[in-house]
Structures are given as C-alpha cells and as structure tokens.
Nanobody, 124 residues
Framework: QVQLVESGGGLVQAGGSLRLSCAAS????????MGWFRQAPGKEREFVAG????????RYADSVKGRVAISRDSAKTTVYLQMNSLKSEDTAVYYC?????????????????WGQGTQVTVSS
C-alpha cells in the first residue's frame, strides 16, 4: 500500500523559509508523478508544484514560481518542497500526492494517493 508522510511544516515569519519533506513507500515510483498541494481554510485545494520521479522534470503554480523548488531523492524515495520568501498567503495545510501518469497533473482529483498534510503558518 502506498504511504506518503509529510513533515517539515511549522510557524515561520514572513520572508522566511521552510523545507517540506514527503517520504514515499509501498511501491516503485518510477512511473509516478508527485505533487505538492495546499489548502487554506475555506479554500479549495490548489496545486503548488509537481515533479516527475523518473525524469526530474518539474512544474509550478504561477503563484509560487521563483519562490519554491521541488526536488526528489530517489535513494530515499523522498520528495522535497523548498519554500523561500514566504508570505502570509502561503499559510495552509500542505499535502503530498502521487499519481501514475505520463504528465505532471495539476488538479487534485487526478491524484490517487495523499499524505495526511503538514501545517505551514506564516506570520506577518
């Protein structure tokens, strides 16, 4: 069974940085695409960044482009989300997700597996 476990969330001041981790297990992920999503209170879950496990190609939401970097460590089967220059509007629960796909998908409904989420709070 696929398991995704996020960590690294917390409270940070505006302008600060955080690195989220997503430890994946239970499957060979070479044909999977991994995504980071976030959901703020009262809002829909939105795509933040995605990465191809096999090629390392990436995709970002316009709202975070230039401030966020997604990466993966195949040996550790872990995906990372480095977030810099954080803003109050980045406050949300961040989720890691996985789907077997040819492309990096940006809609939450497309993803098969989800982690439990990790809270990121940016204070202004």
């Amino acid at each position: 069974q696929v398991q995704l476990v996020e960590s690294g969330g917390g409270l940070v001041q505006a302008g600060g940085s955080l690195r989220l981790s997503c430890a994946a297990s239970g499957r060979t992920f070479s044909s999977y695409k991994m995504g980071w999503f976030r959901q703020a209170p009262g809002k829909e879950r939105e795509f933040v960044a995605g990465i191809s496990w096999s090629s390392g190609s990436t995709r970002y939401a316009d709202s975070v482009k230039g401030r966020v970097a997604i990466s993966r460590d195949s040996a550790k089967t872990t995906v990372y989300l480095q977030m810099n220059s954080l803003k109050s509007e980045d406050t949300a629960v961040y989720y890691c997700a996985a789907v077997r796909s040819l492309m990096i998908l940006t809609t939450a409904l497309s993803y098969e597996y989800w982690g439990q989420g990790t809270q990121v709070t940016v204070s202004s």
